[in-house]
């Protein structure tokens, strides 16, 4: 059954739902208040790098069944079901700052005089649908004749459409039969391809979403150090990695070992648990996710320092060339970006950086120089550092652009360059973790 559809706030994760939402056959506005954004995506453009995302703007914005829009008077009555899709990045001391998702629901509340069903996407701490619900229903004119739900979202970026379309799981956190019913019928085309869904109450589905995230996290550090272990034992945590992941029960997945997790929301997610575990005063909670941030944040400063050694203590003046500023491959993303944070390090330290990203685009008043060409980092530089593993570094030819470095030497940030052919080409190849690697 075709359903009305807005989705409040269009930015990585609302763009996607929106156009996914399309996609499954709803008829759909997507609401900002970036009125910039917003006329991007009503002339079908994708504001972000995302794969298929863009095909799908263009397929649903033509066919009118997708539009966009940044007054609220055009979604409130409207539609059958609103989702909630806007920032929650980190407040003062890491909590959540969740003023983006009050100043939606202020704006939306006063106009919805029909019983109506608004859905969380957000990542929020536990306890947070609860006290929206009670700022709904209190500006609201159909009072409790509104409902919240949660539904949280674990899409990828750079399989944003993909893990849009074919969900690994559904989550449903609700409070009525009503809402459940509502959800099923958003959801009625993954729902008959057997996704695994998960029905719950709201403080359930909130802390399902952070408990996953924090999870990857955990995983992520704890490859990391046991990279430490095995460049302090001699040993190559790649191959530990292949062998945790061949048993089932661990999985190889999140074993890459490098220079940690980075992005818009990984870091903050976990830290605003860590925050809401101390206010509820499970310390326990609060320690372990404060081991994984701090092995996180070693990974950082660790490559930092091993450049500067590699250099012979003092960076002053030298080029520096860095392979990659996203996140990680597949977007153009560089919030939090590791890369970015060793970058800045070594600024900071005098070196001049020379940035390539495929895809990322800095700011031009960055404190680096992002040129057009790998050949272009990479020449005269005195070291290169592969910080972000696009795909297409991993066939790179050491031969020519050992001919343009001043100094053969590079620092494998990712553990995903072929040590072999660089050392065959006359490269001196630092990767922590690989002390014993061929
Ligand atoms: N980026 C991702 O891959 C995923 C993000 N999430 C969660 O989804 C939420 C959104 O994340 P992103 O899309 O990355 O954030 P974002 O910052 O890219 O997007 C938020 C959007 O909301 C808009 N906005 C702010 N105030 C508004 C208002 N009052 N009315 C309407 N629009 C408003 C902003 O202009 C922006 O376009 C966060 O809680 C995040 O943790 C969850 C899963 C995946
Ligand atoms: O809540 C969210 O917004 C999303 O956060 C992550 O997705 P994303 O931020 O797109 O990125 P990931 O693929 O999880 O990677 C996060 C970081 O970990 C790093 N990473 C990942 C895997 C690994 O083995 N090692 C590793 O260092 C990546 O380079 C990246 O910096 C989760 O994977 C999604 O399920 C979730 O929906």
């Known amino acids: 059954m075709t359903l009305r559809v807005s989705v409040i706030g269009t930015g990585y994760l609302g763009a996607t739902h929106a156009a996914g939402m399309a996609e499954v056959g709803h008829r759909v506005i997507g609401i900002d208040v970036d009125p910039v954004r917003i006329a991007v995506l009503a002339a079908g453009r994708s504001p972000i790098y995302e794969d298929g995302l863009e095909p799908l703007l263009v397929r649903h914005t033509r066919s009118g069944r997708l539009r966009f829009t940044t007054d609220y008077r055009e979604?409130?009555?409207?539609?059958?079901?609103h989702f909630l899709a806007l920032g929650t990045p980190a407040g003062p001391g890491g909590a959540a700052d969740l003023r983006q998702l009050e100043a939606a629901i202020d704006s939306l509340a006063p106009m919805l005089t029909k019983p109506t069903l608004v859905v969380g996407k957000s990542t929020v701490p536990v306890g947070t649908a609860l006290q929206l619900q009670e700022r709904l229903r209190a500006l609201a004119p159909a009072g409790d004749r509104v409902e919240l739900a949660w539904n949280p979202e674990f899409l990828r970026e750079g399989f944003a459409v993909e893990d849009t379309l074919r969900p690994d799981r559904l989550v449903f956190g609700v409070q009525s039969t009503a809402a459940l019913d509502l959800l099923e019928q958003v959801y009625a085309i993954p729902l008959t391809e057997a996704t695994p869904v998960v029905r719950c109450d709201l403080a359930t589905a909130e802390?399902?979403?952070?408990?996953a995230n924090a999870f990857l996290a955990t995983k992520i550090s704890f490859i990391n150090s046991m990279a430490q272990m095995c460049q302090a034992a001699g040993g190559d945590v790649v191959l530990l990695a292949d062998a945790l992941g061949y048993d089932k029960r661990i999985g190889r997945e999140f074993l890459n070992a490098g220079l940690g997790f980075g992005g818009g929301c990984l870091p903050k997610?976990?830290?605003?648990?860590?925050?809401r575990a101390t206010e509820l005063e499970v310390d326990v909670?609060?320690?372990l996710i404060e081991a994984v941030e701090a092995i996180n944040e070693?990974?950082?400063?660790?490559?930092?320092?091993?450049?500067?050694?590699?250099?012979?203590?003092?960076?002053?003046g030298a080029r520096i060339a860095v392979l990659g500023a996203a996140f990680k491959p597949g977007t153009d993303d560089t919030r939090n970006s590791p890369a970015l944070t060793v970058a800045n390090r070594l600024h900071a330290a005098g070196a001049r950086v020379v940035i390539y990203d495929p895809q990322a685009e800095l700011a031009p008043k960055a404190d680096f120089t992002q040129v057009a060409t790998v050949d272009e980092a990479v020449t005269g530089a005195e070291i290169v550092l592969h910080l972000t593993e696009w795909p297409e570094f991993r066939s790179l030819d050491p031969v020519a652009l050992g001919a343009l470095a001043t100094n053969k030497i590079i620092i494998d940030g990712r553990l995903k360059l072929h040590a072999p052919t660089w050392r065959d080409a006359g490269w001196k190849v630092v990767q922590i973790g690989r002390a014993t690697s061929l």
């Open 75 to 81: 979604i409130a009555d409207w539609a059958d079901v």
């Open 298 to 316: 070693g990974q950082r400063a660790e490559l930092a320092e091993l450049t500067v050694e590699q250099l012979g203590g003092d960076v002053t």
């Open 207 to 211: 802390l399902i979403k952070t408990a």
């Open 285 to 287: 909670l609060a320690q």
């Open 269 to 275: 997610d976990i830290r605003a648990l860590a925050v």
